[in-house]
């Protein structure tokens, strides 16, 4: 049964746990295990004899060790898999020996594995249970570092001999905030690593071989490109190995993260955080615009430079139409029937965000493409929002319906390329591919008002003039925040001059009291005098009736 046949084979974003592969599944598929090494003999030994022990059938398994230049040159042990092979790739750097070790080979799925990582003997069946659920899977082991010196021999028991060891870290940390790379993660690629990872051929040939101009990161730039193929990507805990020592990122990441960042940049759109400048260009661009540029110079111009002046400087504009064809040596060029054609031509020749196709092929790179109707202008931040509600809810297409008459809707397409890739993967015959978009990814439409389309030019604010506006605002803001620090000195005078009051009325009131006894106090020495005169008097007066 094929992708196409099931609909229930379709994953949806990353969640591979709806393709439930059987755990007694019947081995068909063909592996290629590639090995590339620089000296190490010792280490490869171990690594080869473990590969010996796989539970998966010896028959359709083999192993290509690639040589990148070792000296002495590297030789294959007696212990290794029937079916391995040795081949010399002089040209320096892991990425072109994974390449060359990648022409030789001719499995189904495609093992990449470090000439320093021993296998358990279930590993590779844990791989390969998945390939025979999907053929557009990245699957990637778990593998554990460890600081003991390789013996002479594989050990029967790996663990007892390798442990304590410790886990590829962030693996499991990208895993566990992921729920398993299930919960719409934004760059499920990331698990993409050379040491232990499979690969669907068919995905490999779609995303082509490893970049060898990179000096690193080239697992990550693969990684990549594979999702933009169309690939999910499976942790299998089940699929174990260990590490003999540390990785080199291990040792030295922060020099590594400087290196590789400073080229991973060019070529990973989905690393926001590397692409800060607000102006400069990338080789691969976050959103590549399509725009037909037959529809006339004024509509094509006044939608093109919209879009250049927006608040995503991230992308790449196709105007397209039939360049080769202008003839640029008429002598009555304002009676050309092509003039607007012209005209766009030279308008646009030399901006570098600009490129004059004669087809609308965007580079599978790029993460998003956007196919808007030339006419029609987004507003400033139109794009980036809409970019906003792909990302945060996984959506594979953003429909903008931008009008709507008897004569049919005109609309614009954000089109996410990994959707669109995967959809093509599971297509079935006479399937609309949108709606096989729907299932993996997800389609929505939205109001071209409420994301800001138009239809009548705007002024495009220029670098100076964004410049003064953004000074006009600081120094705003500086005007409002010195205000607001005189309303708080104020605030605090009064908030002082009201404790002074309360202070002041408790003082009041205490001497209020203070009067109040005194008076009682007085109140009651009158009346013991007043008692004692009427009690003298009385008795002097009944002295004086005595007498």
């Known amino acids: 049964m094929t992708v196409r046949d099931d609909p229930g084979l379709r994953v949806r974003g990353n969640d591979y746990r709806t393709l439930k592969p059987d755990e007694r599944f019947t081995p068909r598929l063909t592996v290629s295990i590639v090995i590339p090494a620089y000296g190490g003999q010792d280490k490869l030994d171990l690594v080869l004899a473990a590969l010996a022990r796989q539970t998966y059938p010896a028959g359709l398994t083999e192993v290509i060790v690639v040589d990148n230049g070792s000296e002495p040159p590297l030789r294959l042990p007696a212990t290794r898999p029937a079916a391995t092979r040795l081949i010399v790739c002089p040209r320096p750097g892991r990425a072109g020996a994974r390449n060359a070790g990648l022409a ?5 799925v495609i093992h990449w594995l470090d000439s320093d990582v021993v296998l358990t003997p ?8 998945w390939h025979h659920a999907a053929p557009y899977l990245v699957v990637t082991g778990y593998i554990r570092f460890t600081d003991v010196e390789p013996p002479a021999e594989l050990p029967d028991d790996l663990a007892a001999h390798f442990e304590p060891a410790e886990p590829h870290a962030w693996i499991v940390d990208l895993v566990e905030r992921t729920d398993g790379l299930t919960d719409n993660p934004q760059r499920p690629f990331s698990l993409h690593v050379g040491g232990a990872t499979s690969v669907g051929a068919r995905l490999i040939e779609a995303a082509g071989p490893m970049d060898e101009e990179l000096i690193l990161g080239q697992d990550t730039e693969m990684g990549y490109r594979l999702g ?4 999910v990507f499976v942790p299998e805990p089940a699929a174990r190995a260990y590490h003999l020592g540390p990785t080199m990122r291990m040792r030295d990441k922060a020099p590594i993260d400087r290196v590789s960042h400073a080229f991973v940049a060019d070529r990973i759109p989905a690393y926001r955080w590397l692409r800060g400048h607000p102006g400069r260009q990338w080789k691969v661009p976050y959103v590549a615009a399509v725009v037909d540029g037959t529809a006339g ?34 002598r009555a060029p304002l009676k050309d029937p092509a003039l607007d054609l012209v005209l766009v031509h030279g308008h646009y020749r030399y901006e570098g965000r600009v490129h004059l196709a004669t087809a609308d092929d965007v580079d599978p790179a790029v993460p998003y493409v956007l196919r808007l109707p030339a ?17 945060d809810e996984g959506l594979g297409l953003v429909n903008v319906l931008l009008s709507e008459s008897s004569e049919g809707v005109v609309a614009a397409r954000l089109e996410r390329g990994s959707a669109f890739a995967r959809a093509r993967v599971v297509l079935s015959p006479g399937e609309d591919l949108d709606d096989a978009v729907d299932t993996v990814s997800g389609v929505s439409w939205v109001e071209a008002e409420t994301y800001g389309f138009t239809t009548e030019p705007a002024q495009v604010l220029g670098r100076r003039g964004a410049y003064r506006a953004r000074m006009e605002a600081q120094a705003e803001a500086a005007r409002l925040a010195k205000e607001a620090e005189r309303l708080r000195g104020q605030v605090a005078k ?18 209020v009291g203070t009067l109040r006894r005194q008076l009682a106090a007085a109140d009651r020495a009158q009346q013991s005098l007043r008692t004692l005169v009427s009690t003298t008097m009385k008795r002097a007066l009944r002295r004086r009736l005595r007498d």
């Open 375 to 391: 006419g029609w202008i987004p507003g400033e931040d139109t794009l980036a929002r809409l970019l906003d509600l792909a990302r």
């Open 494 to 511: 009064w908030k002082e001059e009201s404790a002074r009051w309360r202070k002041t009325a408790v003082e009041l009131r205490r001497e």
């Open 297 to 330: 110079y004024d509509q094509v111009r006044a939608t093109v430079d919209a879009l250049l002046a927006g608040t995503l400087p991230d992308l790449s504009v196709h105007v397209v139409g039939p360049w080769d064809t202008l003839d640029r040596d008429r």
């Open 122 to 129: 279930g590993a590779i069946e844990a791989h390969m249970r």
């Open 228 to 231: 933009q193929a169309g690939a």
């Open 104 to 108: 030789e080979a001719t499995g189904d």
